[in-house]
């Protein structure tokens, strides 16, 4: 999907207030979290390389929040590609 702000998904089929924005740079997947509910969210954190959530995804190891579901590498990949063709 997309709109003003770019090319998203939601990380929470069942959360439609959360929208997770990708985009491409220098052959870099980069994604940057809004919420409806709070928007200085999306000001106040800006893009996050998917290499930087690799290295901050060992925090998580056996907790409920598995951030490489959220950032979905796969997911951001094939919205770049769709919008690229």
């Given at each position: 999907?997309?709109?003003?702000?770019?090319?998203?998904?939601?990380?929470?089929a069942?959360n439609?207030?959360?929208?997770?924005?990708?985009e491409?740079?220098?052959q870099?997947?980069?994604?940057?979290?809004?919420s409806q509910?709070?928007?200085?969210?999306?000001?106040e954190?800006?893009?996050?390389?998917?290499?930087?959530?690799?290295?901050a995804?060992?925090?998580y190891?056996?907790?409920?929040?598995?951030?490489?579901f959220?950032?979905?590498?796969?997911?951001?990949q094939?919205?770049?590609?769709?919008?690229?063709?």
């Amino acid at each position: 999907m997309k709109d003003d702000k770019g090319l998203y998904y939601y990380p929470n089929a069942g959360n439609k207030k959360i929208r997770m924005y990708v985009e491409s740079k220098n052959q870099q997947v980069f994604f940057r979290l809004w919420s409806q509910d709070d928007p200085k969210l999306y000001e106040e954190h800006g893009w996050v390389p998917y290499e930087a959530i690799l290295a901050a995804a060992g925090i998580y190891e056996g907790k409920a929040f598995d951030p490489k579901f959220t950032y979905d590498i796969n997911l951001a990949q094939a919205l770049l590609k769709e919008e690229n063709k």
